[in-house]
């Protein structure tokens, strides 16, 4: 059981910037995936970006340039920086994790919530 809780959200105007966290505890399993996913009221729930444990990165087009998501493995903890944020960037964050393990579901945080405006 892994248990994982995004902390870093808040309220930031365009063009500004945030750092989220994803504490998880719990033993995790390695090889696995890290994603982070938003999801608003206007939007369905759309995977931002994503990072394995062979260091494989990939972003949503919309955020390509703008976020970077990283871990330390050390603290236990994945981040997603986020630079030059967007109205259309507010939504609630979510963490995800899957370990590559055969019938193993998935992951996910509580979410914190990202607001862009002025």
Request: with cysteine; net charge positive; proline share 4%.
């Given at each position: 059981?892994?248990?994982?809780?995004?902390?870093?959200?808040?309220?930031?105007?365009?063009?500004?910037?945030?750092?989220?966290?994803?504490?998880?505890?719990?033993?995790?399993?390695?090889?696995?995936?890290?994603?982070?996913?938003?999801?608003?009221?206007?939007?369905?729930?759309e995977m931002v970006a994503t990072h394995n444990t062979r260091a494989f990165t990939f972003y949503a087009d919309?955020?390509?340039?703008?976020?970077?998501?990283?871990?330390?493995?050390?603290?236990?903890?994945?981040?997603?920086?986020?630079?030059?944020?967007?109205?259309?960037?507010?939504?609630?964050?979510?963490?995800?994790?899957?370990?590559?393990?055969?019938?193993?579901?998935?992951?996910?945080?509580?979410?914190?919530?990202?607001?862009?405006?002025?």
């Amino acid at each position: 059981h892994v248990q994982l809780v995004e902390s870093g959200g808040g309220l930031v105007q365009p063009g500004g910037s945030l750092r989220l966290s994803c504490a998880a505890s719990g033993s995790i399993f390695t090889p696995n995936t890290m994603r982070w996913y938003r999801q608003s009221p206007e939007k369905q729930r759309e995977m931002v970006a994503t990072h394995n444990t062979r260091a494989f990165t990939f972003y949503a087009d919309s955020v390509k340039g703008r976020f970077t998501i990283s871990r330390d493995n050390a603290k236990n903890t994945a981040y997603l920086q986020m630079n030059d944020l967007k109205p259309e960037d507010a939504a609630i964050y979510y963490c995800h994790l899957l370990e590559w393990l055969p019938g193993r579901s998935a992951d996910w945080g509580q979410g914190t919530q990202v607001t862009v405006s002025s």
